[in-house]
């Protein structure tokens, strides 16, 4: 497992549309965390699970958008109706939380572009 | 005020230079610090994780924290080209990545 592993690299969709990310975290890692960046920002949080458990969820996190993890392994972004608004990196990330958390490790992100 | 301010550059030194980026935060509650790079287009890549006040050392990054100043700083030894980079400072209260609040990142610039 050489790491957190995102797909696809890169998405052009048209307004309207709806698009699915999906991440794969380290495999050893309970936690696991979507942010969204935008140019020249650093990422925002949206959402994360613990497992199969989605324990938070940003405001940023319109109705338009919906995560799951079914099975406390990978997980999936959806969005629906994307709007030019929604064009951004997608970033997922993992960890490990026990008594603590360990740091998080991030993927190599998801550019979403939406025209 | 945003909860954590960081300058966006860019910062342009030469080759070999000590370089000293900084973030300056107001949310006391924050317990752990990270600094991150990021090349262009790509995720951010862990440098250091620290936890409260103090001094860690990892090859020539050297991250400190000062809690009662609500000031973090990362210096980076002998910079080399391939240090170009942004690099983001990012902090929480309970470690992870849930509720982790980023800076906007300093673009830093090694010129050979």
């Known amino acids: 497992d050489t790491g957190v592993s995102q797909n696809p690299r890169h998405k052009i969709t048209k307004r309207g549309q709806n698009v699915t990310f999906r991440c794969d975290p380290i495999s050893e890692h309970n936690r696991l965390y979507w942010y969204r960046q935008t140019l020249g920002q650093g990422p925002e949080f949206l959402t994360y699970?613990?497992?199969?458990?989605?324990?938070?969820k940003s405001r940023l996190l319109s109705d338009r958008f919906s995560a799951e993890r079914p099975k406390g392994s990978f997980s999936t972004l959806e969005i629906q109706r994307t709007e030019q608004g929604d064009s951004a990196m997608y970033l997922c990330?993992?960890?490990?939380?026990?008594?603590?958390?360990?740091?998080?490790?991030f993927g190599q992100g998801t550019r979403l572009t939406v025209v | 005020q945003k909860e954590v301010e960081q300058d966006p550059g860019p910062l342009s030194v030469p080759e070999g230079a000590i370089v000293s980026l900084n973030c300056t935060y107001s949310n006391s509650a924050f317990q752990y610090f990270m600094w991150y790079r990021q090349y262009s287009r790509k995720g951010p890549e862990l440098l250091m994780y620290t936890y409260s006040s103090g001094n860690k050392e990892d090859g020539r990054f050297t991250a400190q924290v000062d809690k009662s100043s609500k000031y973090i700083s990362l210096f980076i030894r002998d910079s080399q080209p391939s240090d170009s980079a942004t690099y983001l400072c990012?902090?929480?209260?309970?470690?992870?990545?849930?509720?982790?609040?980023f800076g906007k990142g300093t673009h830093l610039i090694i010129q050979p």
């Open positions: 699970f613990q497992n199969e458990a989605q324990l938070e």
């Open positions: 990012a902090m929480s209260a309970q470690g992870g990545a849930d509720g982790l609040t």
């Open positions: 990330a993992s960890s490990l939380h026990a008594v603590v958390n360990t740091e998080a490790f």
